[in-house]
């Protein structure tokens, strides 16, 4: 009775496929129109790195990559990115070595209780592929869409000068 | 940075190592709440109140029931009979402090918006708030009242309608001859200062689950806590689940500043819901339903005076504080207040001393400990109200400060208790030397006489702190529910690694990387042959959990002496084995020598389980446990400055500047430290300059999510000059002090000092919190005309 009455449900909220390659893996989908990307990620696919820290895409913690470029996965529908690659944190490391970014963040304290970090690292991964040596001024606007509670963004600064080769 | 490779063992404490914590979160392998589900598990959905004050008429939770996937849903009325006592409020520091009955749903009246009325469990996270929404209620609106003073007014609507009052408590302390003092005073500063409201803001909303195991009434609870094992027994009494069924896990936690030092309604919804449907519950917390149902932090009238002879010496101090406590006490509500009740004397040594506070019930969110709890707020009226003082007497801030420091140590300070060590002029000596002082007075100087619109500020704050909660008897002659101790057991197993087992609850604070390095040294064992357990009521039973920057001071010398009693048993079987007095053995990073001989704990250990050889009576295994009740405080100190540039045209304020040097101590980790006090000081400058919860008059949050509470980025925040002191507290085989709420507690009065600094030219020296470019600029344009 209940699955019969989910069925027709589901059919009047017209499902749609999609096919996502998320950390180089393609996924077809069938995903309800306001499934938001973070939880097509989390829920969907258990991906749970990329963590929701607001309603109001005003956090950053959900960061991921739209290929190749930052985004806030809660701001995007599962629907939009249909065809599109997408990189979270848990695609970062190749062959168990972390990315330079993750590694810095590690080096320089860049995290406390770690729940913006993975937002962060991808954000700043972003930036660096952009903007390779950016000033210190560049990165913090930069990562102005991200918010961190612990740290008070000096070793996150700090952590994207050294993963961009400044001594620090 | 050091890595384990350079470093011998046994000379671990002290290094700034990488953190074992990194691995996981910067992988997304941690599990948070959040991430965790269970087979069969449904979602909880809390329908909340959007009056702040209204008579509930009629719940009908219909609607909710017939959409697809809801599996039930409930008033509050349908839910009493499940509580067997109270949401917890562990302190009420007076005998007749009004404790209201707070159930978890509202029955009969909701007091503040946000406050919950019924609830709605479905197959889906969306399931349960889409019901939720389909839940009718009729309401019949009250008058509100939102402001801590009003409500004390003659006539003011009544929050509680049984007390009677807005009032919840008054408490007073007071020493020497405090009228004296001001009677004879050569000068007198009073001043009004304002803590406006903040949302603490940890990254991670709130979450929980939980599982329950009907056949055996065993439930197991993952939360979002700070604080499970004080969750475990207060809800264990709300709920009437027996204490030794109750599991509490904290996973990963991510951050809390307070905000998650509390025992919350949805925890005891999730509980009693799980048992009674059997099947698992999870509830995550949306960022803008936090900002009404997670607790916020502040929200205080302070009314500061000095008594000073002419030279500016501060004989006495009075304090009084009106706090607004929201609607319902949480678990340390009525408490927070008065953990600055000691310290309105600040690092000063003073005679005489009057501190009164009042707290007050109103139809906002409850208040409770936000970062510094109290110790924020006795340093910012202290340190704006010396600089008052000296700007009166005509005198530089630094004098004054000088002039009136503690310094002879263990001091006792006017409030009564006494202070551990240290050494006020060292800090502040090595902060000047750090800011190049007499640099910037000049720049300062020559703005100001060319007028430019570009005006700069100095500020200071010289603070004192008391913190590592603590002697559990003088929480006790004040009234505190709970001990103040905590616990370690330390478990060496066969094969030479080592179980630390902790009471203290890490939520970004490193323990893991922290007490390793101190089990580590003790034992003369690698950094990375420890593994540091936590959080989990079941793996580490005994513990009072993390807040009030206790965990290092009490749950890390709880670790350390856990190590010594391994060590005393581990002498023991070495001097048995290599047939020597325990007196001749020496023990050096691991390893007794004695009579050409010698044994590691690695070896004893593997020694004790098989239990071959050990002395008479001895039982195998090598492990020990310690409960740690500190004899005192500890108390941090230092001296922050902040240096802004005021734009006298716009209001705009830029930190351009801020100097930090602490005293916490000995360091176990000085990297950890570091970015402790990185985090406390950007708090604190947010509320210096941005952070504000806003209600309107009729109780609805004005600032109702992040989009307009300004959380600050690494865009508005500048980078920190750091610097460190160390006197050893005497009272702690470690020497270490608290390091969690220094840098909150601190800074806040350094950035309000310095743009008042800047604005002192222009006549302007009443200056509220936030200094946002409207309130500098009306201030302004109030004294040009």
């Keep these: 009775m209940l699955a019969l009455s989910f069925s027709l449900c589901r059919k009047e909220l017209a499902v749609g496929q999609v096919s996502i390659t998320v950390n180089g893996a393609e996924h077809i989908l069938e995903l309800e129109p306001r499934e938001l990307l973070v939880y097509v990620l989390r829920e969907r696919l258990g991906l749970t790195g990329t963590n929701v820290g607001c309603d109001t895409s005003s956090c950053g913690a959900c960061t991921v990559l739209l290929d190749g470029e930052s985004v806030k996965s809660c701001t995007l529908l599962g629907v939009q990115v249909d065809g599109h690659e997408i990189t979270t944190i848990e695609g970062l490391a190749t062959n168990g070595t972390m990315h330079p970014v993750q590694e810095a963040f590690h080096e320089q304290h860049g995290l406390q209780c770690g729940y913006c970090t993975p937002g962060f690292i991808m954000a700043a991964v972003s930036l660096l592929d952009e903007t390779p040596n950016p000033s210190e001024e560049e990165i913090r606007h930069a990562l102005e869409g991200n918010l961190c509670r612990c740290t008070g963004y000096q070793n996150i600064v700090r952590a994207v000068q050294a993963a961009a080769g400044v001594e620090v | 940075m050091a890595t384990i490779t350079e470093l011998e063992v046994g000379r671990v404490v002290g290094a700034p190592l990488d953190r074992k914590e990194d691995a996981a979160l910067l992988t997304g392998q941690a599990k948070f709440v959040d991430d965790m589900s269970l087979p069969g598990m449904v979602w909880m959905a809390v329908v909340r109140s959007p009056y702040a004050h209204a008579r509930i008429a009629m719940v009908n939770v219909d609607g909710a029931l017939a959409h697809r996937g809801v599996i039930a849903a409930f008033s509050g009325d349908e839910l009493a009979d499940e509580w067997q006592a109270s949401l917890p409020c562990a302190w009420l520091p007076t005998e007749d402090t009004a404790q209201p009955n707070h159930r978890p749903l509202a029955v009969d009246e909701a007091r503040y918006v946000g406050d919950g009325v019924a609830v709605v469990i479905a197959e889906s996270r969306s399931e349960a708030r889409d019901a939720a929404e389909l839940v009718q209620i009729d309401y019949d609106p009250l008058p509100t009242v939102i402001d801590a003073e009003k409500a004390l007014e003659d006539g003011s609507p009544l929050v509680h309608e049984e007390f009677g009052t807005n009032r919840c408590y008054t408490w007073n302390l007071a020493t020497g001859e405090v009228d004296e003092e001001f009677a004879k005073a050569d000068v007198t500063v009073k001043e009004r200062y304002r803590q406006q409201r903040l949302i603490p803001n940890a990254i991670e909303p709130r979450g929980v689950i939980v599982q329950p195991f009907p056949a055996t009434g065993e439930l197991t609870m993952w939360s979002s806590t700070q604080v499970p094992h004080i969750a475990r027994v207060t809800l264990s009494m709300v709920t009437g689940v027996p204490e030794a069924k109750l599991r509490v896990v904290a996973p990963a936690v991510g951050g809390g500043f307070g905000s998650k030092l509390n025992v919350y309604a949805e925890e005891a919804l999730a509980l009693v819901l799980a048992r009674r ?110 600089d008052a003082l000296a700007r009166k007497l005509g005198k530089d801030p630094l004098e004054i400060r000088r002039l009136n420091f503690l310094r002879e140590f263990p001091a006792t300070i006017a409030s009564g208790l006494t202070v551990d060590s240290g050494d006020y002029d060292a800090h502040l000596d090595a902060a000047l030397e750090i800011l190049d002082h007499d640099d910037i007075r000049r720049q300062q100087s020559e703005r100001r006489e060319r007028g430019d619109t570009k005006q700069v500020g100095i500020g200071f704050s010289t603070y004192l702190e008391m913190c590592g909660l603590a002697p559990s008897r003088v929480l006790g002659a004040i009234r505190y529910g709970a001990g103040g101790w905590d616990a370690a057991t330390i478990r060496f197993l066969p094969t030479g690694t080592v179980q630390v087992l902790i009471g203290t609850s890490p939520h970004g604070q490193s323990h893991v990387t922290t007490f390793s390095q101190i089990v580590a040294e003790r034992l003369g064992i690698p950094y990375d042959d420890v593994e540091v357990l936590h959080g989990d009521t079941a793996v580490a039973p005994l513990g009072m959990d993390t807040y009030g920057s206790r965990s290092l001071t009490v749950g890390g010398v709880a670790a350390y002496h856990a190590a010594e009693r391994i060590i005393d048993k581990a002498r023991k079987i070495a001097a048995h084995q290599l047939e020597v007095g325990e007196d001749e053995l020496e023990y050096e990073n691991g390893t007794f020598s004695g009579n050409g001989n010698s044994l590691t704990t690695k070896e004893l250990a593997l020694q004790a389980w098989t239990a071959h050889n050990l002395p008479d009576g001895m039982e195998p295994g090598l492990e020990a446990s310690f409960v740690y009740d500190p004899p005192n405080f500890s108390w941090p100190s230092g001296t922050h400055i902040a240096v802004v540039e005021v734009d006298t045209e716009t209001g705009d304020v830029d930190l351009i500047r801020y100097v930090a040097v602490d005293d916490v101590g000995s360091v176990i980790n000085p990297r950890v430290v570091e970015g402790q006090i990185h985090g406390g000081v950007a708090q604190g400058i947010a509320q210096a300059l941005w952070e504000e919860a806003v209600y309107d008059e009729d109780g609805n949050l004005v600032t109702g999510s992040m989009m307009n509470y300004m959380v600050p980025s690494a865009a508005e925040l500048p980078s920190y000059e750091l610097g460190r002191t160390e006197t050893p507290s005497p009272t702690n085989p470690l020497g270490v002090k608290g390091v969690g709420e220094t840098g909150t507690i601190a800074s806040t009065a350094a950035v309000m000092n310095a743009v008042v600094d800047a604005l002192v030219p222009f006549g302007v020296t009443d200056l509220d919190m936030p200094a946002t470019p409207e309130r500098v600029w009306r201030a302004l344009e109030e004294a040009r005309t």
Aim: aromatic share 10%; proline share 4%.
């Design chain 2, 277 to 386: 449907l059997g099947r698992p519950i999870k509830w995550i917390e949306q960022r803008s339903e936090g900002y009404q149902s997670t607790t916020h932090g502040r929200d205080q009238i302070q009314e500061i005076e000095l008594a000073a002879t002419s030279e500016g010496k501060i004989r006495a101090v009075r304090a009084k504080l009106t706090v607004n406590f929201g609607a319902y006490l949480q678990l340390v509500t009525a408490g927070t207040p008065l953990l600055g009740a000691w310290l309105y004397s600040g690092a000063y040594d003073v005679a005489a001393y009057d501190f009164e506070c009042t707290g007050v019930f109103t139809n906002t969110t409850p208040t409770d400990a936000y970062r510094g709890a109290g110790r924020p707020e006795a340093t910012y009226a202290i340190e704006r109200a010396v």
